[in-house]
Nanobody, 125 residues
Framework: QVALEESGGRWVHVGESLTLSCAASGRTSYNFPMAWFRQAPGKERELVAGISWTGGVTEYADSVKDRFSISRDNAKKMLFLEMNDLKPEDTAVYYC??????????????????WGQGTQVTVSS
């Protein structure tokens, strides 16, 4: 079982940048697809960005394309989400997650079986 811990969420102004981190621990292998999801109050959890286990393939929600960038460091067992030009609609709790489907990139929350506790991002105008 992998333990995931997100960090980096905070309150920012519109247009600012922020990088979230997710640290994985608890098993020796880190070869699984990962993703960032977010959930705003009253809304369903949605995919923000996904990345293959090699890091070579990524997928983004249309709402964050050209603003957000997902990356991973398998040696350090870390996942990152660089967020630029933040908007009020980016306000949400951000979660990292892992999947057992080695071919997966992106997908739905139901495709992921392991989740962190989340980190709050608040974007104020």
């Amino acid at each position: 079982q992998v333990a995931l811990e997100e960090s980096g969420g905070r309150w920012v102004h519109v247009g600012e940048s922020l990088t979230l981190s997710c640290a994985a621990s608890g098993r020796t292998s880190y070869n699984f697809p990962m993703a960032w999801f977010r959930q705003a109050p009253g809304k369903e959890r949605e995919l923000v960005a996904g990345i293959s286990w090699t890091g070579g393939v990524t997928e983004y929600a249309d709402s964050v394309k050209d603003r957000f960038s997902i990356s991973r460091d398998n040696a350090k067992k870390m996942l990152f989400l660089e967020m630029n030009d933040l908007k009020p609609e980016d306000t949400a709790v951000y979660y990292c997650a892992t999947s057992r489907d080695l071919m997966l990139v992106g997908g739905a929350p139901s495709d992921y079986d392991n989740w962190g506790q989340g980190t709050q991002v608040t974007v104020s105008s």
